[in-house]
């Protein structure tokens, strides 16, 4: 299946170098590009691409609010945003993510490490490693600043216990084999835990699934497990 991709970055030569690595490639293919967070929106709505590269700063509508909108449409629910960031202002990326953003990159990723993310979250995973997860989530989203935060414990109470060890273990970062380790089960049975846990909570890709882990209280911040 060719994963299709929208580029949204108000640079030109950016999303030409960006369109002639991705056309590059059997599995992909660029079907628009935007130079502005209003023209992603449209675009999306228009192509449904599996993927939108959103760059933060672009004028009229900028890349967060962006992305607000298209996650906020049940109808562009199987489109994933990642997100293009400088890491100036990590705060961004953070509000972002609770936006419904699958995940970011920086400006200077390598091009293996790019079409490599956009094979993930175009297949539903998380983009956010280990460190990322620790740093920039437990630093933003766990932060004592919960204005706007969607608590969530009846939903939460909801899932199993080991729906709930799951995600707490994946909300600290954890990936599927570690987890797994862990917990002694196989890679698929705790992606079948992790994929049932989204389900229930209405969460549209892993990232999201983090973000709700610290919005429900069901981990808090500097909380790690032991091992």
């Given amino acids: 299946m060719t994963i299709r991709v929208l580029l949204a970055d108000d640079q030109a ?21 935007a ?9 999306t709505a228009t192509h449904h691409p599996d993927v939108v590269i959103m760059d933060i700063r672009m ?8 992305t607000a909108v298209i996650c906020s449409r049940p109808e562009l629910a199987n489109t994933h945003i ?9 705060e961004n990326v953070a509000k972002a993510l609770r936006a419904g953003a699958s995940g970011f990159l920086g400006k ?30 437990m630093r933003f989203l766990a932060s004592p ?12 109470q909801a899932l199993t216990d080991r729906e709930r060890e ?12 570690e987890i797994a380790d862990r917990l002694v089960l196989s890679p698929l049975t705790v992606r079948s835990h992790i994929q049932r846990a989204m389900t229930k909570l209405h969460a549209r890709d892993r990232a ?10 069901l981990v808090k911040p500097h909380q790690y497990p032991h091992g």
């Fill in 13 to 33: 030569l950016l999303r030409a170098t960006f369109r002639i690595l991705i056309d590059s490639v059997e599995d992909m293919t660029v079907v628009a590009e």
């Fill in 35 to 43: 130079a502005d967070g209003h023209e992603a929106v449209d675009l």
């Fill in 59 to 66: 004028p009229n509508l900028d890349g967060v609010a962006a």
């Fill in 82 to 90: 990642l997100i293009l960031t400088t890491f100036e202002n990590d």
């Fill in 108 to 137: 200077g990723v390598r091009p293996d490490d790019l079409l490599s993310s956009i094979r993930t979250v175009a297949a539903g995973e998380s983009l956010l490693s280990p460190i990322a997860t620790r740093t920039l989530i």
């Fill in 145 to 156: 600043d919960t204005d706007g935060y969607l608590a969530l414990p009846d939903a939460v």
């Fill in 166 to 177: 799951v995600m707490t273990l994946a909300a600290h970062g954890r990936s599927n084999a």
């Fill in 208 to 217: 999201q699934l983090v973000v709700i882990a610290y919005q429900s209280g």
